[in-house]
């Protein structure tokens, strides 16, 4: 079996397709997909967002240096894709998809209701890498759907069906195939999932 080579691309696949809210000054919210997002370090917390400087949000992102990242699920997988695709410039995509504006804890920028895990983030840096900007932004605060703790109020995002974006297509996640270290443990009772 043989391997083609393609031209230097993007092919870091399956990413997060995440819903990214932001509030203008004036308190205008919007809310637009991403799915350059990623973990940047665990202590402090932190993530990046990389966003096209022509995006109608990059300028609130420059402004107030807040936003919000809202997991998504297979229920919001519709509103996902119209976020990426519509412009705030437009439309009211909150308004257009049904999605619940909530107030956040440290931020101006609201939750979105629907979403199973809403992480509030503080940007400390932007980097101007070519067709996007990443903008590196610290955890402040991080409020999950109480509908997704079990009795000893453990979190299972697994509960919420969870999405991720591969070149053009969104995929739910599929079955649990083993837990971190099950590789090297000891016993075969691995999968702790039910709910």
Not at 33 to 60: F, L
Not at 99 to 108: I, P, S
Not at 127 to 139: E, K
């Given at each position: 079996m043989g391997r083609v080579n393609w031209r230097p691309g993007n092919m870091l696949y399956p990413v997060p397709a995440v819903l990214v809210s932001v509030a203008d000054r004036q308190g205008r919210p919007n809310v637009f997909t991403a799915a350059w997002v990623g973990t940047v370090c665990s202590d402090p917390p932190m993530i990046s967002v990389s966003v096209r400087p022509e995006r109608y949000s990059y300028a609130v992102l420059e402004e107030t240096g807040?936003?919000?990242?809202?997991?998504?699920?297979?229920?919001?997988?519709?509103?996902?894709?119209?976020?990426?695709?519509?412009?705030?410039?437009?439309?009211?995509?909150?308004?257009?998809?049904?999605?619940?504006?909530?107030?956040?804890?440290?931020?101006k920028a609201p939750l979105i209701g629907e979403s199973?895990?809403?992480?509030?983030?503080?940007?400390?840096?932007?980097?101007?890498?070519?067709?996007?900007?990443?903008?590196?932004?610290?955890?402040?605060?991080?409020?999950?759907?109480e509908a997704y703790l079990d009795s000893k109020n453990?979190?299972?995002?697994?509960?919420?069906?969870?999405?991720?974006?591969?070149?053009?297509?969104?995929?739910?996640?599929?079955?649990?195939?083993?837990?971190?270290?099950?590789?090297?443990?000891k016993t075969k009772n691995h999968m702790k999932t039910k709910k």
């Amino acid at each position: 079996m043989g391997r083609v080579n393609w031209r230097p691309g993007n092919m870091l696949y399956p990413v997060p397709a995440v819903l990214v809210s932001v509030a203008d000054r004036q308190g205008r919210p919007n809310v637009f997909t991403a799915a350059w997002v990623g973990t940047v370090c665990s202590d402090p917390p932190m993530i990046s967002v990389s966003v096209r400087p022509e995006r109608y949000s990059y300028a609130v992102l420059e402004e107030t240096g807040e936003f919000v990242v809202n997991l998504t699920t297979k229920k919001l997988a519709s509103a996902t894709d119209f976020c990426g695709v519509k412009s705030g410039r437009d439309v009211d995509k909150f308004a257009c998809m049904h999605l619940t504006a909530v107030a956040a804890n440290e931020v101006k920028a609201p939750l979105i209701g629907e979403s199973p895990v809403c992480l509030e983030c503080r940007v400390e840096r932007s980097l101007a890498l070519g067709s996007h900007t990443m903008f590196v932004a610290r955890v402040v605060s991080v409020s999950v759907d109480e509908a997704y703790l079990d009795s000893k109020n453990r979190f299972h995002l697994e509960w919420a069906d969870p999405i991720v974006y591969a070149h053009g297509t969104y995929f739910d996640l599929g079955k649990a195939i083993g837990t971190f270290g099950y590789s090297v443990a000891k016993t075969k009772n691995h999968m702790k999932t039910k709910k």
